[in-house]
């Protein structure tokens, strides 16, 4: 079981969030005009470290908030994203 900081309601259990995937990820500029093959690199291709990563999470159960952590995806630690 993960222990997650919430910034705004301090740590929870893991089963109050839900993972919301990569942080970082820009929106196509112009989405009008982007190619089969940009979107399905925004839709699908992420990175898959071993080591510490950005992850963004959704606070379901408590205050509904989206926040960045820094988790290690081997030893699972958490630190909060600069």
């Given at each position: 079981?993960?222990?997650?900081?919430?910034p705004h309601c301090g740590p929870r259990d893991e089963n109050e969030f839900h993972?919301?995937?990569?942080?970082?990820?820009a929106y196509p500029e112009t989405p009008a005009t982007a190619t089969d093959a940009e979107w399905a690199e925004y839709v699908f291709l992420?990175?898959?470290?071993k080591g510490w990563f950005d992850e963004r999470w959704?606070?379901?159960?408590?205050?509904?908030?989206?926040?960045?952590?820094r988790r290690?995806?081997?030893?699972h630690e958490f630190w909060k994203a600069p």
């Open positions: 079981m993960l222990l997650i900081d919430c993972y919301g995937g990569q942080a970082g990820i992420r990175d898959n470290p959704f606070h379901v159960h408590g205050c509904r908030t989206w926040f960045t952590l290690h995806t081997v030893t």
